[in-house]
């Protein structure tokens, strides 16, 4: 059994408490899903499923779509056709089935 009256050896192990408490608390608090890379090519309104904004705790602020055949695609909604976009098909709030980034891919 550990000898707890070191105090060198508890010091060490609440240390090492602390810093995976704090380490798996700080991840409960990331986003979700995050665009770091937008598309430099507009989607026909037609081949759009759906599209939803990003988490809003992500540095960029960006939109996903996902086309018919089941592709996402980041988008700046600043952008026109984005705009344009939105404005055809609307702005969704629905949330993923999994917790991963996505990327523009062309």
Do not use: H
């Not at 550990?2 to 995976?20: D, E, H, M, R």
């Not at 995050?34 to 081949?47: D, G, Q, Y």
């Not at 939803?52 to 600043?78: F, H, Q, W």
């Not at 709030?93 to 891919?105: F, G, I, Y």
Request: overall charge positive; some cysteine.
């Amino acid at each position: 059994m550990l000898n707890l009256k070191s105090p060198i050896i508890l010091t060490t192990c609440l240390l090492l408490l602390s810093a995976f408490a704090l380490q798996t608390y700080a991840n409960t608090f990331n986003p979700e899903e995050c665009c770091f890379k937008f598309l430099s090519n507009s989607i026909p309104a037609r081949r759009v499923k759906l599209i939803r904004p990003t988490d809003p705790l992500c540095p960029m602020e960006g939109v996903i779509i996902r086309v018919k055949k089941g592709n996402e695609y980041c988008a700046d909604p600043s952008q026109e056709w984005v705009k344009q976009l939105i404005e055809v098909k609307g702005l969704k709030s629905t949330k993923r089935e999994n917790n991963t980034t996505v990327t523009a891919s062309q």
